[in-house]
């Protein structure tokens, strides 16, 4: 089965930065639910800039940017480990059934700086 793969890394005071001067965008980018987690953490902005990041590497791994869905529909939770997970509503979700996706992989690693998110999605063949 085909496999694709999205990168992306953030500065996590350049993104602190950003939310600062524009607070709406918050709620542009993050569900209720994330928004809740990040915030109850003593590093919010790390969590944020960390779901970002997996949200953009989501989108280069489709290799549509996100212009097809919203932000807001790519959701990053966690397993019942603590292992970051994406779930997708809405038209991500389309564009998942449209692309055949049958499994995604999220990875997220951060320092004091920066955080990365991989993610990796396997297409389908039928």
Not at 21 to 28: F, G, I, N, Q, T
Not at 32 to 57: G, I, T, V, W
Request: charged share 30%; with cysteine.
């Amino acid at each position: 089965m085909p496999v694709k793969v999205g990168t992306d890394l953030v500065e996590i005071e350049r993104f602190r930065l950003v939310l600062e001067r524009r607070p709406k965008l918050r709620d542009k980018i993050f569900t209720q639910e994330e928004l809740r987690y990040c915030d109850s953490k003593p590093q919010p902005f790390q969590h944020l800039a960390a779901r970002f990041s997996a949200k953009e590497a989501f989108s280069k791994a489709v290799g549509t940017g996100v212009r097809s869905f919203s932000m807001r529909e790519v959701e990053v939770c966690r397993d019942g480990f603590g292992k970051p997970v994406i779930s997708l509503t809405d038209r991500a979700l389309d564009l998942a059934q449209k692309l055949k996706i049958v499994d995604m992989d999220l990875s997220i690693s951060h320092s004091h700086l920066f955080v990365i998110s991989v993610v990796v999605i396997e297409i389908g063949t039928q």
